[in-house]
């Protein structure tokens, strides 16, 4: 078993910097616009011959009320006719980007993401998962993990019977924050009461997981009220936990500026906030799998950590790092090989690109060889909180310390001040170091020092 994390203040406040999330590497910053439907074929054709197994993620941007702190793509409106063009471009991307692909190729894993996907109708949602499944080869003996968003206002008992019956078999249900005065000041007034019947639903109908989601470092919030709201869903019983920190960028959100910055916890009660929710999660046995994510030591993300085969990709920490990922929809980003591609963000570019019967890739990258091997080191260090040289020399034909001696001296660095334990085989990502994993990783990333921090969250 992995040790505890263990919470050092002084290290956090020195590494505690603004960088990328590691969702993928390169980062999505480096996307450019030289890459698009030519390539995306090419990369289609090559799993179909490799026939890898596929992860769809699927957005659905449509929100009734806007979540001021939301970051995510999302057109708000109280008009659920919105839907109708969308599903039928949506629909005919499924088919142009299926085509390409062999019909025994399986569907490993599903997600919907949005926006709120229960925005959709339960008609509309009955049409769209037919047309998945006329399209692609979804699995229809529950094996599969497929996955929803839910907002338990836009759900009830009969949408989470739907949703089972459709074969989704896991939830994520967005909370943030059970506090009154928080709610109002970001505008999501949610009730627990509301909150517990999507589980109690989503326990009846025998959903395999369910995920909620918190955000520590909302206007209004304080120490004492977010630990409240940690130990109201402690009693829920989820089995697996994400708690982002929230970050303040009005500029880059437009729905961020309805938010009053004199209402926002200081630095100090965001690290308290942090602090006491690791105590009180690790007090009811979840474990920190890493990047603001907790797990039940049962949940497959923590077996997959135990026996170091979790990996990390656009949809966070996966079992399914081995398929190829496609992404359908506005603004969704697809991995597959070594080609990332995301469709343009712009719901009418999106939807007049495939009008005119054309994919609405609008950027993207090809790795290359300095890419992969970087992503894999990346991703060992996210994921197993470990490094071993000779794994990578191997894997990519170098010596390590030949390929990457300019970073010894920060590597050094980092193990003086008890970050990492830094030895001539191997890097360890220490107990005190894990929340900040982020820090080490950035290390190894070719980009960064190009790149406008400004950009990216904070570590913590």
Known sequence: MLDAIRWDSDL?????????????????????????????????????????????????????????????????????????????????????????????????QLHFGGGTPTFLSHDELRQLMAHLRKQFNLLNDDSGDYGIEIDPREADWSTMGLLRELGFNRVSIGLQDLDPAVQRAVNRLQSLEETRAVIDAARTLQFRSINIDLIYGLPKQTPDNFARTVEEVISLQPD?????????????????????????????????????????????????????????????????????????????????????????????????????????????????????????????????????????????????FKLEFAEIEQQFNIDFQGYFGALWPQLQGMAEDGLIRFERERIAVLPAGRLLVRSVCMVFDAYLEQQNRQRFSRVI
């Open 12 to 108: 956090i406040r020195r590494y505690d910097l603004a960088g990328p999330r590691y969702t993928s590497y390169p980062t999505a910053v480096q996307f450019h616009g030289q890459v698009g439907t030519f390539d995306l074929f090419h990369a289609l054709r090559d799993s179909r011959k490799a026939q890898r197994p596929l992860s769809l993620y699927v957005h659905v941007p449509f929100c009734a009320n806007i979540c001021y702190y939301c970051a995510c793509n999302k057109v708000i409106t109280k008009d659920r006719g919105r839907a109708q063009p969308y599903l039928q471009r949506l629909e005919q991307e499924i088919q142009l980007i299926a085509c390409h692909l062999d019909p025994a190729q399986t569907v490993e």
């Open 240 to 384: 697996r936990l994400s708690v982002f920190n929230y970050a303040h960028l009005p500029e880059r959100f437009m729905p961020q500026r309805r938010i009053n910055s004199s209402d926002l916890p200081s630095p100090a009660h965001k690290l308290e906030m942090l602090q006491r929710t690791i105590e009180q999660l690790t007090a009811a046995g979840y474990r920190y799998i890493g990047m603001d994510h907790f797990a039940l030591p049962d949940d497959e993300l923590a077996i997959a950590q135990e026996e170091q085969t979790l990996q990390r990709n656009f949809q966070g920490y996966t079992t399914h790092g081995h398929c190829d990922l496609i992404g359908l929809g506005v603004s969704a980003i697809s991995q597959i090989g070594d080609l990332y591609c995301q469709n343009s963000s712009d719901l009418n570019a999106y939807q007049n690109s495939l009008a005119s019967a054309q994919l609405a890739t609008s950027r993207g990258l090809v790795c290359n060889a300095d890419d992969r091997l970087r992503r894999a080191v990346i991703q060992q260090l996210i994921c197993n």
